[in-house]
């Protein structure tokens, strides 16, 4: 099947606990992205990657690095997590290197940061 | 950059009922997707659809490219299409990231 994987889910962690949020896609897709959704701010792009090798900031890069060392996968770091980074998270991926096709969310990943 | 309008905010139908959502954008695009967001939290793209009109069941969308807006249609609404709907578009400028900016969505609760 198809899809964008994300893991974990769900996790509560605590501040300055360094953690990462994997993403896989399945559809060898050259475009992939994080968003995250707050209450209030809508959903904003925090990391793009137009192919291997490649990424660039998007609207909120503060606090989070990424990597595409691989085409498939697109992981999110967050070295030092501080309680504003609690929110729901979503990696995006499409076929076209710009995005300018269909791109698809994985399920989200709710991190919380005490 | 481009600005994205949504309406209604929320809207509250009974079981049966159609609906049509809108989305206004300020320029023009190159991308534009319908999701639907679940309880869960989950993001369901619905259509990909920068111009022209498409059909998946009871929903249907129409993009007007030329006056900048989209709609979204549901007729037969079912329980389960309850939660929120978003347009999301992107535009040619800002370097042509492929960056989705979306509308801050209708919520929609269909009753039984």
């Known amino acids: 099947e198809a899809q964008v994987t994300q893991n974990p889910r769900y996790l509560i962690t605590v501040t300055g606990k360094k953690l990462t949020v994997t993403c896989s896609q399945n559809m060898n897709h050259e475009y992939m992205s994080w968003y995250r959704q707050d209450p209030g701010l809508g959903l904003r792009q925090i990391y793009y990657s137009m192919n291997v090798e490649v990424t660039d900031k998007g609207d909120v890069p503060e606090g989070y690095k990424v990597s595409r060392k691989e085409k498939r996968n697109f992981p999110l770091i967050l070295e030092s997590p501080s309680p504003n980074q609690t929110s729901l998270y979503f990696c995006?991926?499409?076929?076209?290197?710009?995005?300018?096709?269909?791109?698809?969310f994985g399920p989200g990943t709710r991190l919380t940061v005490l | 950059g481009i600005q994205v309008e949504q309406s209604p905010p929320d809207l509250i139908l009974q079981e049966g009922a159609n609906s049509t959502l809108r989305c206004n954008f300020s320029?023009?695009?190159?991308?534009l997707q319908w999701f639907h967001q679940n309880p869960w939290g989950q993001l369901i793209n619905l259509f990909y659809?920068?111009?022209g009109t498409k059909q998946n069941g009871r929903l249907s969308a129409t993009t007007v490219a030329t006056e900048r807006y989209s709609l979204l249609y549901i007729s037969s609404s079912q329980t389960t299409d309850s939660g929120v709907y978003f347009c999301a578009v992107s535009g040619y400028g800002s370097g042509n990231t492929g960056k989705l900016i979306f509308g801050q969505g209708t919520t929609l609760q269909v009753k039984p």
């Open positions: 659809i920068p111009s």
């Open positions: 995006a991926s499409s076929l076209n290197p710009r995005g300018t096709d269909t791109q698809y």
């Open positions: 320029d023009s695009v190159n991308n």
